[in-house]
């Protein structure tokens, strides 16, 4: 049996181990050699060791369950009612009183927006990140005219009513409910209170990455390495690496270009393992589009990460100066670009293509992490567009 050690609990030794599993599993494929025996793989970090074995005779999609263990996820929690609507919020200056704001309660995080340019948001309270002190006013009739969130360890308090006394009652009953199933209740998370304004962002823990995200989701990493600081400047990017999401059995995983290879790895192994440590932020932007679960779309997506798993890395000069695709129709039922090589974007921007969110005419090789971000505002065919970027946290 073929036994590979990794020392040590470093991204870049973890990111080669999954290439290299994934280069196994496609090379060997269904017509593996019956009398190879499975390779084991012995993963040492600073609070574990795990054994991964891999059977080459069988093909990845069946191997993924062998690889790794059950997620420590358990799946969605209770269904919640979700709402969204005009509210009155109290503004922080006195003498201005309640100003109007579009509102939307869903998966325990209240958002509000500008209430005519409903795509500005103003605040974002994520329940699960922060345990706030909840109060309702009640008039002589003992009915809620207005309820207050605080954020546990901060003065910054956030007061809410309708018009309609009737629907003041009803946001103040499903808010009270999204909060009883809130992690920020049940642990008492108190941390994002020690950041300034943090209710300016859009916030997401990495369990809600894992309950929301899924195929065609964007992940834009800021790495602390050096190196990477330095590719921030000649790319002009906060970021300096992307990856897409995909979805399998319930499981998220990101697949990626990196320097050994193509290949995907578990999304809560960013958690588990620490790796989230090597990088100053990460961000999620989620895939807004109708056709999204068509089943031709999901297999034409699914079917381009079969194909290039495994496949080599590369970024060279010849990349910088192709700007237009040279598309190959296939023969002989063989398939197309199998063995093409990629970095991060590029990879990122092919699978989008494959899903006819980009155009085709335009190379891969022109895309760069900067274009899926916010400030690009990457434009996306068939009214297709990305979210904005929102900032995983990992503590709690």
């Known amino acids: 049996m073929n036994k590979s050690i990794f020392q040590g609990n470093q991204r870049a030794q973890q990111a080669m181990m999954h290439s290299q599993i994934n280069r196994n599993i496609m090379k060997n494929n269904l017509n593996a050699d019956p009398n190879i025996k499975p390779e084991e ?27 790794i263990k059950p997620s420590i996820f358990q799946g969605n929690r209770q269904q919640l009612r979700q709402l969204e609507g005009i509210l009155l919020k109290k503004s922080p200056h006195c003498l201005m009183g309640f100003s109007k704001k579009f509102c939307i309660l869903n998966n325990r995080k209240l958002s509000y927006y500008n209430w005519e340019k409903k795509h500005i948001l103003e605040g974002s309270l994520n329940f699960d990140l922060q345990e706030y002190l909840y109060s309702v006013t009640t008039n002589a009739d003992n009915q809620i005219i207005e309820f207050k969130l605080i954020p546990k360890g901060c003065e910054k308090q ?21 909060l009883d199933q809130s992690d920020g209740k049940k642990k008492q998370i108190v941390f994002l209170s020690k950041t300034p304004k943090f209710w300016k962002h859009y916030q997401f823990s990495h369990l809600q990455v894992q309950e929301e995200c899924d195929n065609g989701d964007i992940v834009l990493f800021k790495s602390k390495d050096k190196f990477a600081a330095a590719s921030r400047i000649v790319l002009r990017s906060e970021f300096d690496h992307v990856a897409i999401l995909c979805k399998q059995d319930g499981q998220l995983y990101v697949y990626e270009a990196v320097s050994t290879g193509v290949g995907l790895f578990r999304w809560d192994y960013l958690k588990q393992q ?42 060279n000069i010849g990349k910088f100066f192709k700007f237009t695709s040279t598309i190959k129709k296939p023969t002989n039922g063989e398939k197309v670009e199998k063995k093409r090589s990629f970095f991060c974007s590029e990879l990122v921007a092919k ?31 068939q009214g297709a567009s990305l979210s904005p970027e929102y900032l995983v946290f990992f503590e709690g």
């Open 158 to 178: 956030f007061i809410f009513k309708s018009e309609e006394v009737q629907k003041t009652q009803e946001w103040a009953q499903v808010i009270q409910q999204h």
């Open 274 to 315: 620490d790796w989230y440590k090597f990088y100053e932020k990460i961000c999620i932007r989620k895939l807004n589009f109708d056709k999204k679960n068509d089943i031709k779309v999901q297999d034409n997506f699914m079917e381009f990460i079969e194909e290039n798993m495994g496949n080599d890395y590369s970024l």
């Open 351 to 381: 699978a989008y293509k494959e899903m006819g969110l980009l155009d085709q005419v335009k190379s891969s090789t022109q895309y760069y992490p900067n274009d899926f971000t916010t400030d690009k505002q990457l434009k996306l065919l």
């Open 41 to 67: 793989i012995v993963v040492e970090s600073d609070n574990m060791q795990q054994t991964i074995y891999i059977n080459p005779n069988q093909n990845y999609q069946q191997v993924i369950p062998q690889v």
